[in-house]
C-alpha cells in the first residue's frame, strides 16, 4: 500500500488500484506577501492616542479634573473626613493633609493608572465619589486596552491590497507575465503538459515546454524556499492547495494563497492491482467521511493562523476589517454614571453636614472642646500645650 499525497492520475491508474478518495482538494497560487509599509515614527506615536476620538480624550480629562475637585471639595467640608477628625485632635497632621488639593489630584490620577493608594477619605460622601471614579476607571481602561491591542496589528493598507488583488486565477499568471514553478513530473506537470480543453492551461503547459517563464523543482520544499527569496508578486508556485498549506505554516505567513476552482485533484491510497485490501480500506474511508472524522483531521493538521490569507479566486475585493475608535456616544454611559455619582456623594455630604451640627448641637462636651481650641482652631496641639496637659496629669497622679 502507498499513503501520502499521492494524487488520482490516468497513468498512475495503468500500475497501481486506488482506492476511494480520501482527500479532494485543488490547485493553488502560491504567492510571497507583500512587504507591509513601515509607519514613519510620528505616526506610531499617534497610534497611542487613536484608540479614543478627540472628544472622548476631551471628556476623561474634564471627569478627572471635575472628580478631584469633588473629592477636595467634600474632603474639606464634610466633618466626618480626616481634615475635621485632626481638628479635634483625633487625627496626626498626615492624616489631615490626605486629601489637600494637590493629594486629591494625585489621588485621582493613581486610581487612573492603577497604581493604588496610601487612604482613602473617610465620609461616606467621598467615599461615593471614589467608588464611582473607581468604576469609570476600570471602564476607560478596559476600553482602551482593547482597542489599542487590535490597532496595533498594523493592518495591510490599501496598496498592499491591492497587491493581492492581482492574481485572481491561473489565467493571471500568463496575463501578467508571472514567473511560475511545478514540480517536475508530478500530477500538476502531467495536468499542464497534457491538458487540452483549457487555454489557458495549455499555455501553461507551453512554458513550461519551451523554458520560459516556468520552471522544474525537485520537491515542494525546494520551491517554497525559492519562493520566500523571490520578490513579491513576481513568481507564483502551482501545486495541491493541502500539502502546501502544510508546509507553508512554519514561515510564519509569509505566503498567501489563491485557489483554482476550476481544477480538482483527489488524494487516494494506491494498492496493487485486484488487491483484497482495496474495497476494505475504501469502505473504511467512506464510513469516516460519514462520520466527518476525515473532516476533523484537516482542520486539526492543516488549518494554521494563516487562512485568512486564502483567496477564492473571485472577483470580490478582500476586505480587512477597519478600526473605529471608540466615540463618546458608546463611551457616555459610564460618564453619566460618574456624573450621578459625584452629585450623590455632593447630596450625602450635605445631609452629613446637617447631621453632625444636630447631633453636637446639643452635646456640652463639643462646646467645651470648642472654648478649649478656640486659641488654636486648627486643631493642632503646640509644645506648650502638651507640657500643661503633662503637668495637669502629674498633679492628678499626686
Excluded at 502531467?190 to 489557458?200: G, I, K, M, S, V
Excluded at 494554521?304 to 478600526?323: L, M, P, R, W
Amino acid at each position: 500500500m502507498i499513503a501520502g499525497s499521492l494524487t488520482v492520475t490516468s497513468k498512475r491508474a495503468d500500475v497501481v488500484e486506488f482506492s476511494y478518495p480520501f482527500q479532494i482538494t485543488n490547485l493553488v497560487m502560491v504567492l510571497r506577501r507583500p512587504d507591509q509599509a513601515r509607519l514613519p515614527v510620528m505616526d506610531r506615536i499617534k497610534r497611542i492616542w487613536s484608540p479614543f476620538e478627540s472628544s472622548v480624550w476631551l471628556l476623561t480629562i474634564a471627569a478627572f479634573f471635575v472628580t478631584s475637585s469633588a473629592i477636595y471639595v467634600i474632603s474639606y467640608f464634610n466633618p466626618y473626613d480626616w481634615r475635621r477628625l485632626a481638628r479635634d485632635g483625633e487625627a496626626t497632621i498626615r492624616e489631615r493633609e490626605s486629601f489637600t488639593c494637590m493629594n486629591s489630584f494625585w489621588f485621582s490620577l493613581s486610581a487612573l493608572t492603577l497604581q493604588g493608594y496610601v487612604r482613602s477619605p473617610r465620609s461616606l460622601g467621598a467615599r461615593v465619589v471614589v467608588t464611582v471614579w473607581w468604576m469609570f476607571v476600570i471602564v476607560f481602561v478596559s476600553c482602551y486596552i482593547s482597542k489599542l491591542t487590535g490597532l496595533l496589528q498594523i493592518p495591510p493598507n490599501e496598496e498592499e491590497i491591492e497587491g493581492y488583488m492581482k492574481f485572481q486565477g491561473l489565467r493571471d499568471v500568463i496575463n501578467r507575465d508571472i514567473k511560475f514553478m511545478v514540480i517536475r513530473g508530478g500530477a500538476v506537470d502531467d495536468l499542464l503538459r497534457y491538458n487540452t480543453q483549457q487555454e489557458h492551461i495549455q499555455r501553461l503547459g507551453a512554458e513550461l515546454k519551451s523554458g520560459g517563464s516556468g520552471e522544474y523543482v525537485d520537491n515542494l520544499k525546494e520551491g517554497i524556499k525559492k519562493l520566500e527569496n523571490y520578490p513579491s508578486g513576481k513568481k507564483a508556485y502551482i501545486t495541491e492547495s493541502l500539502m502546501v498549506k502544510y508546509q507553508t505554516q512554519r514561515y510564519g505567513c509569509q505566503f498567501y494563497f489563491v485557489n483554482e476552482k476550476t481544477v480538482k485533484r483527489q488524494y487516494s491510497l494506491a494498492f496493487p492491482i485486484n488487491s483484497t485490501y482495496t474495497n476494505i480500506i475504501g469502505r473504511y474511508i467512506l464510513q469516516y467521511h460519514e462520520e466527518g472524522y476525515l473532516d476533523y483531521l484537516e482542520k486539526k493538521w492543516f488549518t494554521g493562523s494563516c487562512n485568512q490569507y486564502v483567496f477564492e479566486g473571485t472577483d470580490e475585493k478582500y476586505k480587512i476589517q477597519e478600526f473605529h475608535p471608540l466615540d463618546t456616544a458608546s463611551f457616555s454611559g459610564v460618564l453619566i454614571v460618574l456624573a450621578a455619582g459625584i452629585l450623590i456623594g455632593v447630596l450625602v455630604t450635605i445631609v452629613e453636614c446637617l447631621i453632625f451640627k444636630w447631633a453636637e448641637s446639643g452635646d456640652p462636651v463639643h462646646h467645651e472642646h470648642e472654648h478649649q481650641k478656640g486659641s488654636n482652631p486648627d486643631g493642632i496641639q503646640t509644645t506648650s500645650s502638651l507640657l500643661d496637659q503633662q503637668n495637669d496629669r502629674s498633679d492628678t497622679q499626686v
